[in-house]
């Protein structure tokens, strides 16, 4: 039966690459027409795979409709939480988990430091959006021209000496971003808060969420934390993994360079 099933499900990724006759899949499986006939009426009888009139076979609507439910009923909180409460457990320092809905960006979890000095961020509040290194990693995953004008539109409050203070500036940032695949805020909303943040992606490679951890200066210095990076990013790519089953390659290496 294991080898049945075996059989059946290798037929899948074959056509996932293109409709294929009943003798390539035989010749792919290494069985008789007739065993792989048999392995194809029942896929075809459960819609995952379609029989098109010049007698080639196709994947399914069917495979397509579950693999968007599939999609649809991930819930990225759920499947990041036990990560980053193992991360803060290890480093002790605050860690944030944040999404991009409807031109926001939000955080949707939050791990507390173990340190007396806290942060006041909260779940479903939004984030400084122009200073945040997990606001930066989600805008910069955006189309070219959605990126565009999404920052265009946005306020450019001065909330520190460093923080982005216009359109311009934040595309060019973004950039950096999106080349790197990691992102920080060094006191861009707060003079005494720094932050490192990496990518969460889904099966297609996009993001679909960001996580961060931060700290005061006076817990850990900038340069401390961004000797965690490393880290936070084994997370978030542990993290990815577990949401799309698909493993997603690092940005490209190098020693971190400040990107606000």
Same mark, same amino acid.
């Given at each position: 039966?294991?080898?049945?099933?075996?059989?059946?499900?290798?037929?899948?990724?074959?056509?996932?690459?293109?409709?294929?006759?009943?003798?390539?899949?035989?010749?792919?499986?290494?069985?008789?027409?007739?065993?792989?006939?048999?392995?194809?009426?029942?896929?075809?009888?459960?819609?995952?795979?379609?029989?098109?009139?010049?007698?080639?076979?196709?994947?399914?609507?069917?495979?397509?409709?579950?693999?968007?439910?599939?999609?649809?009923?991930?819930?990225?909180?759920?499947? &990041?939480?036990?990560?980053?409460? +193992?991360?803060?457990?290890?480093? =002790?320092?605050?860690?944030? $988990?944040?999404?991009? %809905? @409807? /031109?926001?960006?939000?955080?949707?979890?939050?791990?507390?430091?173990?340190?007396?000095?806290?942060?006041?961020?909260?779940?479903?509040?939004?984030?400084?959006?122009?200073?945040?290194?997990?606001?930066?990693?989600?805008?910069?995953?955006?189309?070219?021209?959605?990126?565009?004008?999404?920052?265009?539109?946005?306020?450019?409050?001065?909330?520190?000496?460093?923080?982005?203070?216009?359109?311009? &500036?934040?595309?060019?940032?973004? +950039?950096?971003?999106?080349?790197? =695949?990691?992102?920080?805020? $060094?006191?861009?909303? %707060? @003079? /005494?808060?720094?932050?490192?943040?990496?990518?969460?992606?889904?099966?297609?490679?996009?993001?679909?969420?960001?996580?961060?951890?931060?700290?005061?200066?006076?817990?850990?210095?900038?340069?401390?934390?961004?000797?965690?990076?490393?880290?936070?990013?084994?997370?978030?790519?542990?993290?990815?993994?577990?949401?799309?089953?698909?493993?997603?390659?690092?940005?490209?290496?190098?020693?971190?360079?400040?990107?606000?």
């Amino acid at each position: 039966m294991s080898q049945t099933v075996d059989r059946a499900l290798s037929i899948l990724p074959l056509l996932a690459q293109g409709p294929a006759d009943l003798g390539q899949v035989a010749e792919r499986l290494g069985v008789h027409k007739s065993t792989a006939l048999r392995l194809l009426r029942t896929l075809n009888e459960h819609g995952l795979v379609y029989r098109q009139q010049d007698q080639r076979y196709r994947l399914g609507a069917r495979l397509f409709a579950l693999a968007q439910e599939a999609v649809e009923n991930l819930d990225v909180r759920e499947i &990041a939480h036990p990560h980053l409460v +193992a991360l803060n457990e290890r480093i =002790g320092h605050t860690v944030h $988990l944040a999404v991009y %809905e @409807e /031109s926001e960006v939000l955080y949707i979890d939050k791990v507390e430091s173990r340190y007396p000095v806290r942060m006041y961020s909260r779940i479903g509040k939004p984030v400084a959006i122009t200073v945040a290194a997990v606001a930066k990693l989600l805008l910069a995953d955006l189309p070219e021209p959605e990126r565009r004008a999404v920052a265009e539109k946005l306020d450019y409050p001065m909330y520190t000496s460093r923080s982005t203070p216009n359109a311009a &500036a934040f595309l060019k940032e973004l +950039a950096v971003v999106r080349e790197q =695949g990691w992102a920080t805020d $060094l006191g861009g909303h %707060e @003079e /005494s808060i720094n932050c490192v943040a990496a990518p969460i992606r889904g099966a297609d490679g996009r993001a679909v969420a960001a996580m961060s951890v931060s700290a005061p200066n006076v817990v850990v210095t900038r340069d401390e934390l961004l000797t965690l990076l490393p880290l936070v990013r084994r997370t978030a790519e542990a993290v990815s993994r577990e949401y799309s089953g698909t493993a997603h390659p690092s940005a490209k290496p190098g020693a971190p360079k400040e990107a606000r």
